[in-house]
């Protein structure tokens, strides 16, 4: 059954740092690349006891087990049922990531399907902008016992976005259907990668 004061706000770090006086008193899940200069976070951990709680999980927007090979951080199970844990009894939260694209968005979905169907709890991410980490999904729908979290992602279907630094690809397209996800390849190859 559906919580009717379930909110949930998806911002990018420097959102937050921005207004973050707009966001006192609610829970804040952050999101933290630990690859990344730790200064972005002050002005959050400055002002962290005006949240009505605060959790902080360091993990890198990867989903494969070979970005671990070249230093990345692999989102943990372990770290997604804290979460789990973390937000029983609150209602009102705000999740950040360092672009409010991939991981808050899977971390605000799964949270909202703590709250209310997965074919409800869809509609916190907006199909224009996010684009939620797999891995942190597949966790929560496997932490939760519920399949349709997964497959209510997959209907959410996006055209993966690609992204290039030198030459390669690095955000190769998601599978969401468990399957063997494809390999790095070099950006331009000609490749074409159907929609979700």
């Known amino acids: 059954m559906p919580v009717s004061n379930f909110r949930i706000q998806i911002l990018s770090v420097s959102d937050l740092a921005e207004h ?23 002005t959050i951990d400055r002002k962290g006891n005006t949240f009505g ?32 844990n973390w937000s029983k009894g609150k209602h009102d939260f705000v999740v950040h990531c360092t672009a409010g694209v991939s991981r808050s968005s899977a971390i605000a979905y799964v949270l909202a399907c703590c709250f ?45 976005k690609i992204a290039s630094t030198g030459g390669i690809l690095i955000s190769p397209p998601k599978s969401h259907d468990l399957e063997s996800p494809p390999a790095l390849m070099p950006f331009g190859s000609g490749a074409i990668f159907p929609s979700r």
Do not use: T
């Not at 990345?72 to 199970?77: A, I, K, S, T």
């Not at 997959?154 to 993966?160: V, Y």
């Open 20 to 42: 973050i006086d707009k966001y006192a008193g609610k829970h804040l899940a952050s999101i933290r690349d630990p690859n990344r200069c730790r200064n972005e976070y002050n």
């Open 53 to 84: 709680s605060m959790i902080v999980l360091k993990m890198s927007d990867v989903w494969l087990p070979e970005h671990e090979r070249m230093g990345y951080q692999l989102p943990r199970e372990e770290q997604i049922k804290e979460l789990l």
């Open 116 to 160: 209310m169907p997965p074919s409800e709890a869809i509609s916190v991410l907006d199909p224009y902008k996010h684009d939620p980490n797999d891995l942190i999904v597949q966790l929560g729908a496997k932490l939760l016992g519920n399949p349709e979290v997964l497959a209510e992602l997959k209907r959410f279907g996006k055209i993966a």
